[in-house]
């Protein structure tokens, strides 16, 4: 565990930042404070029950800062990076060996162009393309999942400030709610739509992002109205929240799933039945840790970078592989290396 809150320490350390916290979500923490998601944790970026704030992507001048950035904390002398490249299939090598190893990938470029770039190892011959399935595991795709979203849109009696997720409210039922603003309306996202949400909508903290007149009950029914999904609605769903939340429910479109450990892939994220090729990406999750994934996932990338490079001087490889691509052409428009420390 040590080594995993390591790798998340080192991914916020480089990319994430605390949110400023003006009116509007400053009155959705006292909201979420009054209506009991207690208690308060302050600024953390611990998944721990209560009202906290949380962190974001965006600096204080507004510049979105991405997973791209990480790269120049790469090695540039052993790092080529593809733009506008996109994988059009595995090569795999079966020459002496007892099962497929992934050898290298065919790529499509921005002309769609094929190019062709393979691992080369002193010891490995010419790989092999094979035109029939390699491995055939009926349990690739099985498994996918998101987590469930109910959304209740609150108009504003006036203007409020563009702001991202920057509250979060977490139950000890397990549901989290989220909150952001932009123009006229607020939206309040939660896995499963609970009694705290009501009392976060008539708190005395929210009183004047509301109209005076806008209940709970309306709000519902303006959400019945809008064409969330294609469920039939029932007319006792702005009094039953369990109805409400099936007859409204969405996707957070955080899809996970698919290649999962155990079924698809070792514990050690390698495909199983194939050598060298493993799947590190959120479609080895089990089941969503939190309402977004791209956290978990670039940890879960620093984790097994971290280990695979370790592992290769272990058995004394670090040396012994670089990347060849073919055709040799003009790739100026493809292929950028990124210096160190520099983008």
Not at 334 to 341: Q, T, W
Request: glycine share 6%; hydrophobic share 40%; proline share 4%.
């Amino acid at each position: 565990m040590e080594e995993v809150e390591a790798a998340y320490e080192w991914v916020e350390k480089k990319l994430v930042y605390r949110p400023p916290m003006k009116g509007w979500q400053s009155a959705l923490k006292d909201g979420l404070l009054e209506a009991g998601v207690l208690p308060y944790n302050g600024f953390t970026l611990d998944h721990i029950y209560g009202t906290k704030i949380g962190v974001m992507l965006f600096d204080r001048e507004g510049q979105k800062h991405s997973v791209v950035e990480l790269l120049k904390y790469a090695n540039s002398d052993t790092i080529v990076v593809y733009l506008y490249a996109y994988v059009h299939k595995i090569l795999f090598t079966t020459k002496g060996r007892p099962k497929p190893k992934a050898s290298g990938v065919i790529y499509q470029d921005a002309d769609r162009v094929f190019h062709k770039a393979e691992l080369v190892n002193k010891a490995m011959n010419e790989a092999h393309k094979i035109n029939r399935v390699v491995l055939d595991n009926p349990m690739v795709g099985q498994g996918m999942g998101d987590n469930l979203m109910n959304i209740v849109v609150v108009p504003f009696p006036q203007p409020v400030g563009v702001s991202l997720l920057e509250v979060v409210g977490i139950t000890k039922f397990d549901s989290f709610s989220e909150y952001c603003a932009g123009l006229s309306l607020s939206y309040n996202l939660t896995r499963r739509s609970q009694n705290h949400i009501i009392e976060v909508i008539n708190s005395n903290a929210f009183f004047n992002y509301k109209y005076t007149n806008a209940t709970a009950h309306e709000l519902f029914n303006l959400m019945l109205d809008i064409p969330t999904n294609l469920r039939p609605r029932h007319v006792t769903s702005t009094l039953n929240l369990t109805q409400f939340c099936i007859d409204t429910v969405m996707t957070i479109w955080h899809y996970h799933g698919g290649c999962q450990v155990g079924r698809v892939v070792d514990k050690n994220y390698k495909v199983l039945g194939i050598d060298a090729l493993r799947v590190i990406d959120g479609s080895t999750f089990l089941k969503s840790p939190g309402t977004n994934l791209q956290a978990t996932v670039m940890m879960l990338g620093r984790y097994m970078g971290q280990r695979i490079l370790r592992e290769r001087d272990e058995v004394g490889e670090k040396n012994e592989k670089d990347l060849s691509v073919s055709p040799i052409e003009d790739e100026t428009n493809l292929c950028s290396s990124f210096p160190k420390n520099k983008l």
